[in-house]
């Protein structure tokens, strides 16, 4: 580490300290297995895992699956998982029981909620979808209005333009809460509002939101929502998604993807589809348990830690990122990507470099783990259950060294492959 | 166990001990981690975990998720299970390397074969299938032209009636080629080759097939096929299914669940879909990579065993049970509700029983699992990684006990929930 940084008092190691010995999540830390020497700031992509995740896991493959056998699916709930999770779920998203369950991915989840949307406004063909998000949502609808072939267009707008978008062809707005790239935060309450008053139904992406910032959806009259867990809700990688639909939608949304978890009767085995009520009709087939338990723990973490103060400890967190960044990195190079006000932006803060690459790559050399998006953004998260106040310092302490030392030249960080 | 059988010697435990000592797949029982005093013959239902898949899943947990973190998915080769896994399984069912990918669940993977087989039949609207199996494929094609709404219509046949279904208004034939409940085969290669002579696409399920039966896609000129790996495969729990589709498809190929992982470039992020070449672009989504890394075992186990060993002994392990029922239960009521051609019928036989209920209910209280599909029916998996033919002996004394001590009689055994 630098060994002379001249900053203020309140930017100094041991002001962050101060702040890790007053932090209410403090104990939150020791929850979570990460290496020694790694500073993560990458659980915008990938959280963490749980040590509860993972004697859950080695508990369902060592004793449910070896021992259990079959039996499992009943006597240690395995069917009832979706509901179950989905139920935990609901109190982060600030939704009903009853009103989501956790299956498969987001993309799949999507294409249900979409064309469950759009089944209920038959008469219009319009999406309006922000084009520069993550563009999985784009190619699910393009899949499914091609799939329709009734003529559905994607209207696309970015953040400034969707007030604008929304008029009376439009069936449906599908957007991301919290843009991966930029972190900003889109109006779910205004744009929901907006949209039903046009007529339209709104369908929110809250992969990026879900354990990063409150949420509420039925504060919100959202009508169908879909999320991931293993970002903010640390799940593991590829953890099951889940998926949104508000009470009053359920008994008569469609489903495209029907099959025998979604049945009414499942082991009547019966030759024809009959939707179950509510939630479970959104369903389709057998679920990957062993991803699934993994999940529970971390989303369990998030309920225990409280959305207000996760929120606020990971504002504080981004945020002494970004005056340490100023303070010592000012003339560097690095341009900030994300809302200024930090109120505007989720759980993570990008900033642009031209030489952002070689830099994270280096980073990353020296344990502190971001990630990098083409062409030239940084990105840094700050999930607030394992992030001490002094690894931020640090974080930056080595990023500093990193463009000191130009370490970041060396050309083993040159090549550009995946930087993650 | 019962202490005085009268059998003939070819039906003594000795015989079934020296089936044992000759048996070249004997040393594949100490790869399953099966408990104590169980006799599993459930493994047409889900397969026992192997020693392998539980220690794999543990490192992939505690390595690569817990310290490689989210540099595992190129570190560790998340991104490429899809394709290695399914690889090796197209080694399994007679498919080429780049015709098989593993993901999702076969209903998912359904939607997908059977929209891409109607796209390539836009002026056809009749889909074949075989009513009376497992229905999960009946829901996903009643959500898929429900969703298309283009007037497809599914013409059930059953098994003696599929000849007389396919004629020229076929899109395609969509069969599962072992019954999940009576285990007869059908005829893959006449059956493919008489919907192809009339013009339609022959997509075959194969949940009760892949590793249990030898399988030749290619040598049976198949078009698509789907199957699970959590059966004979071994995979565990809800493990990711696979989805095969013939090379000569997959240029043209249609996929209605686009998502990121199936597109040429996923990491450009553009806005717009592009299909990625090969069977890549059947993949949608991020995949639960804790189950996909547990399944490997299960099929590398199957790989090296041998496909055609693996179904001799599995009929050699059926063939005992039914001649010992036959010799000390032939009176007791139990119907072959399988092919009595033991050659025509899958990993399992089913047994028709006034009783099946309460006797299996009392027989898993024992420790021989098997399961009931109602009203009547028993099955009995056999599957030849990890039964010995002693098994099978001590499994029909158990039985016999069951039977003749009245002890399905136990009120215990009466009240009507699920079996497993």
Avoid at 186 to 193: H, N, Q, S
Avoid at 307 to 325: E, Y
Wanted: hydrophobic share 50%; aromatic share 8%; with cysteine.
């Amino acid at each position: 580490m630098a060994t002379a940084v001249h900053l203020p008092a309140t930017l100094s190691r041991e002001a962050a300290l101060a702040l890790d010995a007053a932090d209410p999540l403090a104990d939150f830390v020791g929850a979570f297995a990460l290496p020694e020497g790694v500073i993560y700031l990458n659980g915008n992509s990938l959280g963490p895992s749980p040590q509860a995740a993972l004697d859950r896991l080695e508990q369902s493959a060592r004793e449910e699956w070896s021992r259990g056998l079959v039996t499992s699916w009943n006597k240690a709930g395995w069917f009832q998982l979706p509901y179950q999770i989905g139920d935990r779920i609901a109190g982060l998203i600030g939704a009903a029981p009853g009103e989501v369950v956790m299956t498969d991915g987001v993309s799949l989840n999507l294409y249900r909620m979409v064309a469950a949307a759009l089944a209920l406004r038959p008469d219009r063909r319009v999406i309006v979808m922000e084009g520069s998000n993550f563009p999985t949502d784009n190619y699910v609808v393009q899949g499914l209005i091609g799939t329709l072939g009734r003529g559905h267009e994607i209207r696309f707008a970015e953040k400034d333009e969707i007030a604008g978008a929304i008029d009376a062809d439009v069936a449906a707005v599908v957007l991301t809460q919290v843009h991966y790239k930029s972190s900003h935060i889109l109006d779910m309450a205004g744009i929901t509002a907006q949209a039903q008053a046009a007529g339209a139904l709104a369908v929110w992406d809250l992969c990026h939101s879900a354990g990063a910032i409150p949420i509420d959806l039925n504060g919100c009259n959202v009508d169908f929502a879909v999320g991931c867990t293993y970002k903010y809700l640390n799940g593991g990688p590829g953890s099951p998604g889940f998926q949104f639909a508000a009470t009053r939608h359920q008994a008569t949304m469609a489903q495209p993807l029907t099959g025998w978890w979604g049945h009414a009767a499942p082991f009547a085995f019966d030759r024809d589809y009959a939707a179950a009520p509510g939630i479970g009709r959104m369903l389709t087939g057998t679920q990957p348990i062993l991803s699934m338990v993994a999940a529970e723990a971390g989303i369990d973490l998030a309920a225990s830690a409280g959305i207000a103060r996760a929120r606020a400890k990971s504002l504080a967190l981004g945020s002494l990122f970004q005056d340490l960044v100023q303070a010592r990195l000012g003339d560097a190079g690095f341009a900030l990507a994300s809302p200024a006000d930090a109120d505007a932006r989720g759980g993570h803060i990008a900033f642009d470099h031209p030489q952002g690459y070689p830099i994270m790559k280096a980073l990353i050399s020296r344990g502190v783990i971001g990630d990098f998006r083409a062409p030239t953004t940084m990105r840094f998260g700050f999930s607030p259950l394992y992030l001490r106040f002094a690894d931020i310092w640090d974080a930056v302490d080595v990023l500093a060294d990193v463009i000191e030392t130009g370490l970041w030249r060396d050309p083993q960080f040159a090549a550009v492959d995946a930087v993650t």
